[in-house]
Every structure is written in structure tokens, then in C-alpha cells.
């Protein structure tokens, strides 16, 4: 609309330049594509084997803003399209001369148990190669613990508040496979099943697979493969990496995931799972020496959580880099929700089978 109407108008029409044109269009263009990755939808892919079978390794996704509402730049100063490192030169994409605090507009709901969510990887927040949380990793895993819940992990499954949480249909852990003659079985078998043979020798594959496994000829055993109860694990720490938690990835527990509001009480154990949500998440203080705990210069026997938390693991349960071993996500870590396959295109497939059609425009359960 012409809002100077009352002049009298310039009936000569100067033409855009072409170059004009173009500039014109592609700054239209990267607005209207930075407001839409930012406020409503954004493809990501899947770069590890973490959430298989529910995920493949080279799923393309999109992953919805609106569902837990968007989270509004915490570093707006960025080249667009670049996450955190520019490509080919490889230096830093974005600039900290200006920093907004953590706002999230509303969204449709809350992240729920189940989810498939992606967010910023936490561990990042006091590693050597620290970035602000919206320019850090992104991760993508199932949401199996909400704000306040208590969590344990028994023999591989998952517990909530006392009750064993559903399990995804295509969650897969590892198995020891036995045949009658001591022998390997039939290789055709791995590729209709979906087996993935390890490095280790360990067979992965769903609960359903292992189930039909057992009914073929030859098949003397299939067994799932599960560390007891008070085994340490032997290759890599665990959170809270201490000797007053003897877990492992398969049993583990329990913990009570902080809520925004929840005042827990400290002592000299519970602090060690505590201590990294309230001193880096949340920016306090914190020093423990012997029983005494002080929170900014200050003794304390309890905290009061700001933020809510969430418990992320990966479908791939033996193969997956969780928070079984860093711990909690806190809620400004929280990227989206992710809803639907719109391409899967498998490396190692023949020429014609490089994208898999069957998981074209699939919802995520």
C-alpha cells in the first residue's frame, strides 16, 4: 500500500537491474528460510547407529519447532544455514558479541515420555571445545524420563517411577547366537532379520527378530546379552562416575530427574549427581568439602531446580552414547520434536536401492 497517497504519484517506473533482482530475491529468500527453520520446521539427518532400528543411519528428518515451542536464538549473530562452523574454511559461523537469555515462545505440549526429541549435546557446556547451547551438537534420542520422575534401568529395561516403561518396537540390543553344530548360520538370515553383526562378535537386533531367530532350524540358542547387577562398567564412565555408583549401561538407578521447583534435599552422595546440573546449567557455584556443601559462598543442605530436566537414551541400547553416561538434558537444550522421514538413502546399497522407499514420509513413533 502506498500510504503517501495524498501525493501525487511518480507514473515513471525505474526497472530493477537484474543483479538488483537477484539480491532482492535472495535475501527474501534466506529471511523467509532462517524464520521457517527457527519458528516452525528444520531437516536434520542421522549420523550414528544410536536409535536404531526406530532411526537408520542416513534418515533425513524433519523436526518440528512448534510442537515444544521455539526456542528463540541465544546467539543471533550467524551466518545463515551454518550451524556453528563454516564450511570448506572451517572457522567459527556465528559471533558472541551479542548474547540473549534462554525464551522459549509457547508451544502445543510438553516433552512426553516416548518422544523422539532433538537437542544440543550437554557435555559440551564445560568441555574445551565449549560453544553457547544453541551452537553446540545436535543429538537426537528417545525422551524416556520426564521432569520429576525416578528412573532406574533393571536387566535392560527401563523403569518409571516402579512401573517398566513400554519399550519402542524397534529398540535392539545385543545377542549371543549359538547354532546345534557350533557353527555359523545362514548369512541370507541376517539381512531378513535386520542383524547388525559387531566388531565384538555380539549380534544386535529387536526383541522381535531375536524372538524369530529362535524358531529356525539350526538355531540352538539366542541369548540377550545383559551386564549384572553391580558390574562396573569396563570401557567407559558412566554418570556420575563415582565409586558410590556401581552401574552399568544395563542396570543403573535410580535417580530422580530434577523438576523447575523441586527442592531436593543435599548430602555428601546425592550432590555428585546434583552438582553438574546446578553448577554449570544453572550457573551457581558449587563447592563440596567432605559432608559440607556451599552454593555460592553459601552452606546449603538443599536447592531448589530453575529449569526442568529430561532422561535422553538411544533405541540402540548397547550402542548408544546416552544419559547413562552424561546425565541430564536441561530444557534450553531442547531443539524439537521430531515427526517424519522425508528421505533415507542407504550408503551401502546397490545403485538402485540407495534410497529406501519404504521409509519415505514415515512418521516417527
Known sequence: MNWRFWKKRNT??????????????????????????????EA??????????????????????????????????????????????????????????????????????????????????????????????????????????????????????GKAAENPPEA????VVTTDDGGPFNPKIIDELNITVKENGYLAMTAASAKKLRGYTG??????VIAPKGLVEPYYTLFPDDNNFPWNADNYGPVIIPKKGWTVKLDSTNILIYQRAIAVYE??????????????????????????????????RHDSADSRYWGFVPEDHIV???????????????FFNKIRWSRLFQGID
Open 172 to 175: 535392539q540390543t545385543d545377542y
Open 336 to 350: 524439537g520434536k521430531a515427526l517424519f522421514i522425508w528421505m533415507s538413502w542407504d550408503t551401502n546399497g546397490s
Open 12 to 41: 515513471k517506473k525505474t526497472k530493477k537491474s537484474a543483479a538488483r533482482e537477484w539480491t532482492d530475491a535472495i535475501i527474501f529468500a534466506v529471511i523467509a528460510a532462517t524464520l521457517i527453520r527457527t519458528l516452525f520446521i
Open 283 to 316: 550457573n551457581n557455584q558449587v563447592q563440596v568439602t567432605g559432608n559440607q556443601i556451599t552454593i555460592n559462598g553459601k552452606k546449603a543442605d538443599t536447592y531448589t531446580f530453575k529449569m526442568n530436566y529430561y532422561w535422553m537414551m538411544g533405541d540402540n
Open 44 to 161: 536434520y539427518t542421522i549420523p550414528t547407529p544410536s536409535m536404531e532400528r526406530s532411526l537408520l543411519v542416513g534418515d533425513f528428518l524433519f523436526v518440528s519447532k512448534v510442537n515444544y515451542g521455539p526456542r528463540m536464538p541465544m546467539t543471533p549473530l550467524a551466518f545463515p544455514f551454518a550451524h556453528h562452523t563454516m564450511p570448506v574454511i572451517g572457522t567459527k559461523a556465528y559471533s558472541e558479541l551479542i548474547k540473549l537469555p534462554y525464551y522459549r515462545l509457547p508451544g502445543f505440549q510438553d516433552v512426553k515420555r516416548g518422544d523422539v526429541v532433538v537437542f544440543n549435546y550437554p557435555i559440551e557446556a564445560d568441555s574445551p571445545y565449549y560453544r553457547p547451547v544453541d551452537k553446540r551438537e545436535n543429538y537426537i534420542k528417545r525422551c524416556q524420563g520426564e521432569p520429576g520422575d525416578t528412573l532406574s534401568v533393571i536387566d535392560a529395561q527401563v523403569f518409571i517411577n
Open 219 to 224: 538355531i540352538k540358542s539366542v541369548s540377550e
